[in-house]
């Protein structure tokens, strides 16, 4: 890209040029008193191409942020992206890749299996009627189903 660097790692990233769904490392930072934490890129969609709808993300967000705790205590945020293409995982720590995508893969079967979204109603979020199951359950299994290919973000 002949744009100027910019201080968001993902705005650095060549977005014509990945491949998703994939997931990789998109920071690390030490924190003053030597603690690391990484931000992890998962990445649903192509971008530019396809998104997931709200409904999707939100019941994504709340389901990979509630399950995903019963597998590890090193997540600190499971956030979605403003473009709806994906979601950023923030961990504890610099796990090995193949511990993340456990942690991935772990998690996104728990959503298959969910027979409903957590805390899906007005006293819990802020928008307790935007979810769908269906939705998050559809995505998951496509992101499960390129499996293969997580570890290639570029063609």
């Not at 744009?3 to 014509?16: G, K």
């Not at 690391?36 to 994504?60: C, E, G, W």
Request: with cysteine.
């Amino acid at each position: 890209m002949d744009e100027p660097r910019m201080n968001v790692e993902s705005f650095n990233l060549d977005h014509r040029t990945v491949s998703a769904p994939y997931i990789r490392v998109a920071d690390r930072k030490t924190l003053p008193a030597g603690d690391v934490i990484t931000k992890y890129d998962i990445r649903f969609t192509q971008p530019n191409k396809a998104h997931l709808d709200m409904p999707a993300v939100h019941s994504i967000e709340h389901l990979f942020a509630e399950k995903s705790r019963n597998h590890s205590d090193a997540v600190i945020d499971f956030s979605p992206m403003g473009c709806q293409t994906g979601f950023y995982l923030i961990l504890q720590g610099d796990p090995a890749y193949g511990e993340v995508e456990a942690l991935v893969a772990t998690t996104m079967n728990d959503i298959l299996a969910a027979t409903t979204v957590p805390a899906a109603n007005e006293v819990q979020c802020g928008w307790g009627s935007n979810h769908s199951l269906e939705a998050a359950q559809a995505a998951a299994a496509a992101f499960l189903g390129g499996r293969g290919s997580w570890s290639t973000v570029s063609a």
